[in-house]
């Protein structure tokens, strides 16, 4: 009896034209989740350090919530890479044994620093509050009341100073993290695009702008996705605070909701990284196309032929284009402000499975192309892991971590 063997990448894979045999697409849909969701990490932290490092007091709260929103991401960063691979379980030696022979390999220094920074300065935010709640909480017997201090006895590492030259030195150390953080958050991202740009065999892939379009690209959906869930939350809670005001409970203050000063000014820097962005995508189509080199027949056929509507539609004119313009619209109202992130976000993550799966596209034989087929209906591990529902696990669970986090950590509140 002969045993069938599927190979990986053939379930979602169709073929079309001179394809050679042993092709298909294996780097699928979690390929696709693992750089946008690196980014999503590298754009919050920026966010943050605007404040931190340049001053903007406009950003304050925002600035909280995002590096709280950025811890949350960062442990979602190796979930794409761990539910991609076979053997998960292996994954773990990347940050057990990292070097730089290889860029993946040197994946567990960057995390691994980014992660201290990023533990270390909310540690530096979060300290006199930590201490504020131990003590607080201090003669308190209920349950939750004695296992909530113990937590926060043991965040506080046993500094308890709170004076005001303590607290002056947390916000000097704040800083200085912040700004060693900036270049390590944007590394972080940016070897994402290196391992592609450095692909000598693929030549969609095979470019050195392609660090610096996933750096600029990362920092616009790390943005978009930290303004959009600010504003969600925030109405939200001027939402239930309306309600209860309304059913009589006059202990209730009603709250402002998302205020439009700071949204506006945040749009504003991520207007200026999209332009950015922006332009370093369309130099790189130029300059490929200026070349002209070997390769650029199959590029063109894969661009404006087979990948069209995905790159010039949907990511360019949706993604780009249309949001630009709602930004740069005066008059900006929240409504139009959520379009434009929501495109945003989905024009930053069209880019990634344009890279990654278009690059995939185009067989070797230079004279055919592949098409890929996200599964959505998981009927295997297999399929659930690289289909629909596998990314929506990746999409959800930042957000159940940052419910977790502000448990302990207020980022929403004043401390």
């Known amino acids: 009896m002969v045993e069938q063997v599927i190979v990986h990448g053939a379930e979602w894979t169709a073929k ?17 989740m693992y750089p946008y969701m690196t980014g999503l990490v590298a754009g919050a932290f920026v966010l ?46 990347v940050l057990f044994t990292p070097h730089f022979t290889s860029a993946i390999a040197a994946f567990g220094i960057v995390f691994t620093a980014y992660a201290i920074i990023v533990l270390s300065e909310i540690w530096f935010v979060y300290r006199r509050y930590f201490v504020e709640q131990t003590m607080a909480l201090k003669g308190k017997t209920g349950f939750g009341d004695i296992v909530r201090r113990g937590i926060y006895h043991v965040l506080t590492l046993g500094a308890h100073d709170i004076s005001a030259e303590a607290v002056a030195k947390d916000h000097r150390a704040v800083t200085v993290l912040a700004a060693i953080g900036i270049p390590v958050a944007c590394f972080l991202h940016g070897y994402a695009g290196f391992i592609f740009g450095s692909v000598k065999a693929n030549a969609l892939w095979m470019s050195p702008l392609m660090p610096v379009i996933f750096i600029m690209s990362a920092v616009v959906s790390g943005i978009a996705l930290c303004m959009l869930t600010y504003i969600i939350i925030m109405e939200w809670k001027k939402f239930k605070a309306i309600l209860a005001r309304g059913r009589g409970d006059e202990t209730v203050t009603v709250i402002a909701g998302v205020e439009m000063d700071v949204m506006s000014k945040a749009s504003k820097y991520l207007l200026g990284f999209l332009v950015a962005a922006i332009t370093l995508e369309l130099l790189d189509i130029i300059f490929r196309g200026y070349t002209a080199m070997k390769s650029w027949d199959i590029l063109r056929d894969v661009m404006f032929h087979e990948d069209f509507v995905k790159i010039f539609v949907l990511q360019y004119g949706l993604g780009n284009l249309v949001p630009f313009v709602l930004l740069l619209l005066p008059g900006v109202t929240i409504r139009r402000l959520v379009v434009a992130l929501v495109l945003i976000l989905f ?18 034989s230079f004279a055919g192309f592949m098409h890929y087929h996200l ?41």
Do not use: C
């Open 16 to 32: 079309e034209l001179f394809v050679y045999p042993n092709e298909f697409i294996y780097w699928s849909i979690q390929i696709v």
């Open 48 to 93: 943050s350090s605007l404040y931190h490092v340049f001053g903007q007091k406009d950003l304050k709260d925002m600035a909280k919530f995002s590096l709280v929103f950025s811890l949350a991401l960062l442990p979602v960063a190796m979930l794409p890479l761990l539910l991609h691979l076979q053997q998960p379980l292996r994954g773990i030696e």
């Open 347 to 364: 024009g930053v993550f069209m880019m990634r499975w344009n890279v990654v799966i278009g690059g995939q596209a185009f067989s070797l």
């Open 375 to 415: 599964p959505m209906i998981p009927h295997s591990l297999e399929t659930y892991k690289e289909g629909l529902f596998g990314a929506l696990t990746v999409a959800v669970t930042p957000f159940v971590i940052f419910w977790l986090i502000n448990k302990i950590v207020p980022s929403l509140k004043e401390v």
